[in-house]
Structure formats: structure tokens, C-alpha cells
């Protein structure tokens, strides 16, 4: 079974523009959560969507924001970039089981430059 | 709040010394412990998942192990391949299907 795709694997912006990243999760995985990876804050959740719907969101400004499509393929958009915004962008995929532990598998990540 | 914190921060081991490595964790109806490893410049890679007190899951060299408040990584005589990151992150019954991460213990293990 294939693994979480993402793509681009890097991207390079310069302030003030926006980028749009993309995550395949595996196959019958249909919640993605997206998670930004930065040394000094370490992992951090940003959003997750299942059937379409947001259904969790951390605490990012509203620069952040995704969508998923209906064969739970994922994006998420960065507007007006900061040089803050550098980091790993990481896609998750689970089955979402509505009991007990879900398992997040992650994708290789999209390394993001800002400059 | 809820926290992860992961002791130590890095670890140097040489090759065939075995050690642990620690994540304690303060969180609210606790529904899974996950323990990734992670390669630089890499996505986490899922190794395991620990529900209950009590519970151990092995894979290979490691050992991971579970109680009330905290759990540990075990290497058993660790290889250079062993080096990675290796992070800890619980799901918790306040944060859906999202994960709360530890900042994750560096180890290095030399030939």
C-alpha cells in the first residue's frame, strides 16, 4: 500500500507571497492533519480535515488554511508569507476510528524557504 | 495545560550500549501514546503505539513501555542506524484526532 505523498518536496517564496502545498494520504485514510515543524517549536498542529470539513484547528493565524477534496486528498495555503513561515510542512493520514487510538502515518514533508 | 516534555534532549551512546529514553506527559483522558522516529529532513516514521498502563510493544532493538504518567524507549545494544530523533506524542481525549508532540530526544549512536 502506498505511503502519504506530498508535493512539492521543497519550495523556495519570498515574503508576501502565498504557496498552496499538496498531501495524498494512503488509501482509505480519510482524515489528513497538517503539522508544522520548525528546531525552536518543534511539531505543531495546524488543522485537520475528514470528509471535507475542518474539524480541528490550532492555534495559527488565519494566513493558514486548507481544504480537502472528496477523494481525501488535502492542501493547505499560506498567504502573505513571513520569514517566520520557513519550515517542514508535514501531512498525517488516519482512519479516524470514532473509539479508542487513531495512527498517524506521515508524509515525507515539504520543506518551505522563505527569503 | 497539557504537556509532552522528553528527556534527555540528546543522547550519545556508543555502539552495543544500551539506554532509555523518557517521555512524560500531563493530558486529559489519554487515548494513545505514539512513539515515531525520525530521520533528518524526513516525515516521522510510526514505530508504536501504547494505550494502556502496563502495556509493552517490541520491535527489533526497541522496547517501548507505558505507565500512568510517562514511557520509555529501550535500545538493547543500539547501532549507528539507530541514530535518529526520536519523538513522542500522546492523542488525548480533548484534541480529536490531532496529536500533542514532545520536542523529541537526538540520539547518537557511534560506531
Known amino acids: 500500500k502506498a505511503g502519504v505523498t506530498q508535493t512539492p518536496r521543497y519550495l523556495i517564496k519570498t515574503r508576501g507571497q502565498q504557496v498552496t502545498l499538496s498531501c495524498s494520504p494512503i488509501s482509505g485514510h480519510r482524515s489528513v492533519s497538517w503539522y508544522q515543524q520548525t528546531p525552536g517549536q518543534g511539531l505543531q498542529f495546524l488543522f485537520e480535515?475528514?470528509?471535507?470539513?475542518?474539524?480541528n484547528k490550532g492555534n495559527f493565524p488565519g494566513r493558514f488554511s486548507g481544504r480537502q477534496f472528496s477523494n481525501s486528498r488535502s492542501e493547505m495555503n499560506v498567504s502573505t508569507l513571513e520569514l517566520g513561515d520557513s519550515a517542514l510542512y508535514l501531512c498525517a493520514s488516519s482512519q479516524r476510528r470514532t473509539s479508542g487510538y487513531n495512527e498517524q502515518f506521515f508524509g515525507p514533508g515539504t520543506r518551505l524557504t522563505v527569503l | 495545560e497539557d504537556q509532552v516534555t522528553q528527556s534527555p534532549e540528546a543522547l550519545r551512546l556508543q555502539e552495543g550500549e544500551s539506554s532509555s529514553l523518557n517521555c512524560s506527559y500531563t493530558v486529559s483522558g489519554l487515548r494513545g501514546l505514539f512513539w515515531y522516529r525520525q530521520d533528518p529532513g524526513k516525515g516521522p516514521e510510526f514505530l508504536f503505539t501504547?494505550?494502556?498502563a502496563g502495556e509493552e510493544k517490541e520491535k527489533e532493538r526497541l522496547k517501548a513501555t507505558l505507565t500512568k504518567k510517562e514511557s520509555f524507549l529501550h535500545i538493547t545494544a543500539p547501532k549507528p542506524e539507530d541514530s535518529a530523533t526520536y519523538l513522542c506524542?500522546?492523542?488525548?481525549?480533548?484534541?480529536?484526532?490531532?496529536?500533542?508532540f514532545g520536542p523529541g530526544t537526538r540520539l547518537s549512536v557511534l560506531p
Open positions: 480535515y475528514f470528509s471535507e470539513t475542518q474539524r
Open positions: 501504547l494505550y494502556s
Open positions: 506524542a500522546v492523542q488525548a481525549g480533548n484534541y480529536g484526532q490531532n496529536f500533542v
